[in-house]
Nanobody, 127 residues
Framework: QVQLVESGGGLVQAGDSLRLSCKVS????????MGWFRQAPGTEREFVAA????????RVADSVKGRFSVSRDNAETTVYLQMNDLTPEDTAAYYC????????????????????WGQGTQVTVSA
């Protein structure tokens, strides 16, 4: 069974940067397409970023385009979410997700397409 452990969240000020990490174990990392989602209190979980199994294709949500980026290190079995120029609207619990389905070049934006989830890491951005 795959395990995903997020880290790197915290309390920052508007304009700061954070890098979230998601360490994956229990299943061949290279076979996992990965995604990042977030959920603020009282809202639905929303897509943030995704990366294909081969790392060549990525996608970020329009709300974070130009500020966030996603990458992966297969040797470290870790996926990253680099977040720059954070705003209070980015405050949420951030979750990474994994799925072993699909082609090596696919990424996925819908949460139902993922089979495994981490416990989340909280990001709080003060004004």
């Amino acid at each position: 069974q795959v395990q995903l452990v997020e880290s790197g969240g915290g309390l920052v000020q508007a304009g700061d940067s954070l890098r979230l990490s998601c360490k994956v174990s229990g299943r061949t990392f290279e076979r996992q397409a990965m995604g990042w989602f977030r959920q603020a209190p009282g809202t639905e979980r929303e897509f943030v970023a995704a990366i294909s199994r081969n790392g060549l294709n990525t996608r970020v949500a329009d709300s974070v385009k130009g500020r966030f980026s996603v990458s992966r290190d297969n040797a470290e079995t870790t996926v990253y979410l680099q977040m720059n120029d954070l705003t209070p609207e980015d405050t949420a619990a951030y979750y990474c997700a994994a799925t072993a389905t699909g082609s090596v070049s696919y990424y996925y934006r819908a949460d139902y397409q993922y089979t495994d989830w981490g416990q989340g890491t909280q990001v709080t951005v003060s004004a």
